[in-house]
C-alpha cells in the first residue's frame, strides 16, 4: 500500500472488448478489457487495491454499481470499490478518482473499467415519464433525438465557416480508412466520399454515414504510482492530466439536452467556451500546450463534431479545421493525426467505455505499438470528450 503524496500516476496496462452488435450482457465486456489490461500490466487480479466502474444505466442495477459488479465477475478479493457515471465523461471521470486516490498515496494499484451493451438504433430516454427532466423533454416535446442536435452543430458550422458536406465527409474518409486498420473497431472498410454522400440522410446535412452508431464494447486501464512501476522496471505512459471541468456561465453555445442558451444581457461571455475550457485545463495541468501533442483523438459523435473538436482542443484558430483536413495533417502519416484509432465513427459509441478507449489508444501509440495506425515518434496525445448536463472529459498522456 502506497504512502504519503505521490508524484504521478504511470498507465501500466490497457485493454479492450472488441466493439460491435455482440448482444451478450455488458459484464462480459468489462470483464474482457479488464483481464487484458491486467496481462497488459503483468500483475494479477488480486494485486489490484481499488476498483473503479464507469456506469452504464441501460443495464439494470449491475450497471448502476459498476464497480462492484465487475468485482464480483473477477472474484471477490476484498478491494476497495467505486461507481460513477457522468454519460460521454464516465471513463475520465473514473480514472480521475483512481488517480486521485493514487495521488494521496492511499493505494499503488487501481483498475478502471467501463462497458456497455447498447440497444438498437438511436439512444432515446431511460424508461418512465420524467417531465421534469431536461433529457426527457427534448426527446418528447421536440423531438430532438442526439442526431438531431449532432445536425445543429453542423449547420451552425456551416453558417459560421462556410463548410460543407464534402468537407463532413472528408473527416469519415480518413477515420474509415484508421479504422480499417484497428483489428478492435467495429467498422473496418474503408469508405468513400461519395459513399458518405450517397448515404440516407439523417438530419440535415448529416448522413448515415456522418453519425457514429451505439455500439456494445468495453475498455480497460490499468493505473499505478509512479513509484510502484519504476520498482517493477517496465516500461509505462504517464497520465499527465485529466479534466473534468464544468462551463462557465453563460455558456453561449447550446449543448446538449439544452433548449437555448444563457442570455448575455447582463453578462460577458467567459474567456472560453465550455469545451475549449476542457482541453485547456488539461495543458495547464500537464504544463503542455496543443504544439507539443504529437496526436489527439477527439469526440466525433459526428464528422463535423470532429472540426468543431479540432478547434476547442487548440490544433488550429476557428474556422481553420478544413485547411488541416485538406492538407492531410490530420491523416494517418500527417503531422498532427485526429482519431488515429478511427475514432467514433469507426467503433460507435459505448459510452462508459468511450474516454477509456480513447486512452488505450493515447497509450499504444505512445508505447509504439499501434501497429499499421502508429504515429512516428509519438510523445504526448490529448483525448478530449463531454457528457451530458456539463461534465467535461479531457486527458493528456506522456512518455
Known amino acids: 500500500m502506497g504512502a504519503g503524496?505521490?508524484?504521478?500516476?504511470?498507465?501500466?496496462?490497457?485493454?479492450?472488448?472488441?466493439?460491435?452488435?455482440?448482444?451478450?450482457?455488458?459484464?462480459?465486456?468489462?470483464?474482457?478489457?479488464?483481464?487484458?489490461?491486467?496481462?497488459?500490466?503483468?500483475?494479477?487480479?488480486?494485486?489490484?487495491?481499488?476498483?473503479?466502474?464507469?456506469?452504464t444505466i441501460r443495464n439494470g442495477y449491475p450497471g448502476?454499481?459498476?464497480?462492484?459488479?465487475?468485482?464480483?465477475?473477477?472474484?471477490?478479493?476484498?478491494?476497495?470499490?467505486?461507481s460513477c457515471y457522468a454519460a460521454c465523461a464516465s471513463g475520465a471521470q473514473a480514472l480521475d478518482i483512481a488517480r486521485t486516490r493514487i495521488l494521496a498515496g492511499?493505494?499503488?494499484?487501481?483498475?478502471?473499467?467501463?462497458a456497455d451493451a447498447t440497444p438498437k438504433g438511436f439512444?432515446?430516454?431511460?424508461?418512465?415519464?420524467?417531465?421534469?427532466?431536461?433529457?426527457?423533454?427534448?426527446?418528447?416535446?421536440?423531438?430532438?433525438?442526439?442526431?438531431?442536435?449532432?445536425?445543429?452543430?453542423?449547420?451552425?458550422?456551416?453558417?459560421?465557416?462556410?463548410?460543407?458536406p464534402a468537407d463532413f465527409a472528408a473527416v469519415k474518409?480518413?477515420?474509415?480508412?484508421?479504422?480499417?486498420?484497428?483489428?478492435?473497431?467495429?467498422?473496418?472498410?474503408?469508405?468513400?466520399?461519395?459513399?458518405?454522400?450517397?448515404?440516407?440522410?439523417?438530419?440535415?446535412?448529416?448522413?448515415?454515414?456522418?453519425?457514429?452508431?451505439?455500439?456494445?464494447?468495453?475498455?480497460?486501464?490499468?493505473?499505478?504510482?509512479?513509484?510502484?512501476?519504476?520498482?517493477?522496471?517496465?516500461?509505462?505512459?504517464r497520465l499527465a492530466a485529466v479534466s473534468t471541468v464544468t462551463p462557465v456561465f453563460p455558456n453561449t453555445v447550446l449543448e446538449l439536452p439544452d433548449f437555448a442558451t444563457d442570455s448575455r444581457a447582463a453578462v460577458p461571455?467567459?474567456?472560453?467556451?465550455?469545451?475549449?475550457?476542457?482541453a485547456h485545463a488539461a495543458y495547464e495541468e500537464a504544463e503542455a500546450g496543443p504544439e507539443d501533442l504529437s496526436l489527439a483523438e477527439v469526440y466525433d459523435l459526428s464528422t463535423a463534431l470532429e472540426l468543431d473538436w479540432m478547434e476547442d482542443v487548440g490544433l488550429c484558430p476557428p474556422g481553420e479545421a478544413e485547411k488541416l483536413l485538406r492538407d492531410g495533417r490530420t491523416a494517418l502519416g500527417g503531422s498532427l493525426p485526429v482519431n488515429p484509432s478511427g475514432g467514433l465513427a469507426s467503433f460507435g459509441e459505448a459510452i462508459p467505455a468511450q474516454a477509456l478507449a480513447q486512452l488505450c489508444e493515447l497509450a499504444d501509440q505512445l508505447r509504439g505499438r499501434a501497429g499499421a495506425r502508429q504515429t512516428a515518434d509519438a510523445r504526448v496525445g490529448l483525448a478530449a470528450n463531454q457528457g451530458l448536463f456539463g461534465h467535461g472529459s479531457a486527458i493528456i498522456a506522456m512518455r
Not at 459488479?69 to 472474484?75: T, V
Not at 461571455?269 to 476542457?278: D, L, N
Open 123 to 164: 439512444f432515446k430516454p431511460v424508461g418512465g415519464d420524467r417531465p421534469d427532466d431536461p433529457d426527457w423533454l427534448r426527446f418528447r416535446l421536440l423531438g430532438a433525438t442526439n442526431p438531431a442536435y449532432f445536425a445543429l452543430y453542423a449547420r451552425r458550422r456551416m453558417a459560421l465557416y462556410g463548410s460543407t
Open 64 to 82: 448502476f454499481v459498476s464497480g462492484a459488479s465487475y468485482a464480483r465477475e473477477l472474484g471477490w478479493s476484498g478491494a476497495r470499490v467505486a
Open 5 to 55: 503524496v505521490v508524484s504521478a500516476v504511470a498507465v501500466l496496462g490497457t485493454g479492450m472488448h472488441p466493439w460491435g452488435k455482440w448482444g451478450r450482457p455488458f459484464l462480459e465486456y468489462g470483464v474482457a478489457a479488464a483481464r487484458e489490461a491486467l496481462r497488459d500490466a503483468g500483475l494479477e487480479w488480486t494485486d489490484v487495491q481499488y476498483v473503479v466502474g464507469a456506469d
Open 173 to 237: 474518409v480518413k477515420n474509415a480508412l484508421a479504422g480499417s486498420l484497428n483489428p478492435l473497431a467495429r467498422y473496418r472498410k474503408p469508405v468513400t466520399a461519395e459513399e458518405v454522400l450517397a448515404s440516407p440522410m439523417v438530419a440535415d446535412p448529416l448522413h448515415l454515414m456522418d453519425i457514429c452508431a451505439t455500439s456494445d464494447g468495453g475498455a480497460a486501464v490499468v493505473l499505478a504510482s509512479e513509484e510502484f512501476a519504476r520498482r517493477r522496471g517496465t516500461g509505462f505512459v
Open 106 to 114: 492511499l493505494c499503488d494499484v487501481a483498475l478502471v473499467v467501463g
Open 269 to 278: 461571455a467567459p474567456e472560453r467556451p465550455f469545451r475549449a475550457a476542457i
